[in-house]
């Protein structure tokens, strides 16, 4: 994509097709000042670093380099201590610029390895780059339409960063929902470590309580079988003493008979 800059950048590492670079003058003195290569006046003196074509430039023509130039801003860097300039190309795109851009899209593809699904940072940015090359070509052809292809390419950028901000919200959001989750299992192991003592201490009182309770039922069955035989013991005793009594009863009531 076409930014300005002034660190060092290489003249073909883009898809859209520029001039050739122009020398910024900065000593306005030393010549007269005249106007880009693209026809925008500037208050420094651009030298061109190649040959470039002379003859005046018609205004329908320097009126739709403005507008390409406000499109696609020129890129500016610094080479030996010198500062470039380099515009964006005004000359219409034939079909076979069309076929050429394809190609080369394709095989920047496939130099740079990029990834053909899912996210990838270098697809994205060789797209762009096609995509300001189509606008650039469109704009020269019909303005309106190029504009309108630039609100559509901005939209696309604010929607992709936007989509870039929810997922950096939504994997932050995931971190601490995780943290939070760790935390909540540590704590929860050290409920689970408490309660299995507690556990272990009622399983160690329930079995002490029921060696409790065998112990008192068979003293109670002891105690029961006891009263039983001392019961029933006094009942056969009581039995005899009836006998004897009764029999005893008998005899003296006999001889009076």
């Known amino acids: 994509m076409a930014e300005g800059g002034t660190e060092s950048l290489p003249t073909g590492n883009t898809l859209v097709k520029y001039n050739n670079p122009v020398l910024v003058v900065t000593h306005a003195e030393k010549r007269p000042a005249t106007a880009g290569p693209m026809g925008s006046p500037t208050s420094a003196e651009l030298s061109p670093r190649s040959k470039s074509s002379p003859g005046a430039v018609a205004e329908s023509r320097k009126e739709a380099e403005e507008i390409l ?29 069309v076929i050429n851009l394809q190609e080369m899209l394709d095989t920047r593809l496939q130099q740079t390895q990029a990834r053909e699904t899912g996210i990838c940072p270098v697809r994205r940015e060789l797209y762009m780059q096609c995509f300001d090359e189509l606008i650039r070509q469109v704009t020269i052809n019909c303005t309106e339409r190029g504009l309108l292809l630039l609100r559509v390419r901005d939209e696309i950028a604010m929607s992709m960063e936007a989509y870039e901000t929810l997922y950096c919200s939504s994997v932050a959001f995931g971190m601490r929902k995780a943290l939070q989750a760790q935390e909540g299992k540590e704590s929860l192991q050290s409920l689970v470590t408490v309660l299995q003592a507690e556990k272990k201490v009622l399983e160690n009182t329930i079995s002490d309580m029921k060696i409790k309770a065998d112990q008192v039922e068979r003293r109670n069955a002891e105690l029961r079988a006891s009263e039983e035989k001392k019961h029933a013991e006094e009942i056969a005793f009581l039995k005899k003493t009836s006998a004897q009594l009764k029999a005893q009863l008998e005899g003296i009531i006999a001889p009076k008979k």
Request: hydrophobic content about 30%.
């Open 69 to 97: 130039n406000s499109v696609l801003p020129p890129r500016c860097w610094e080479e030996d201590g010198q500062m470039w300039m380099q515009t964006v190309s005004s000359t219409p795109a034939t079909r076979q610029d």
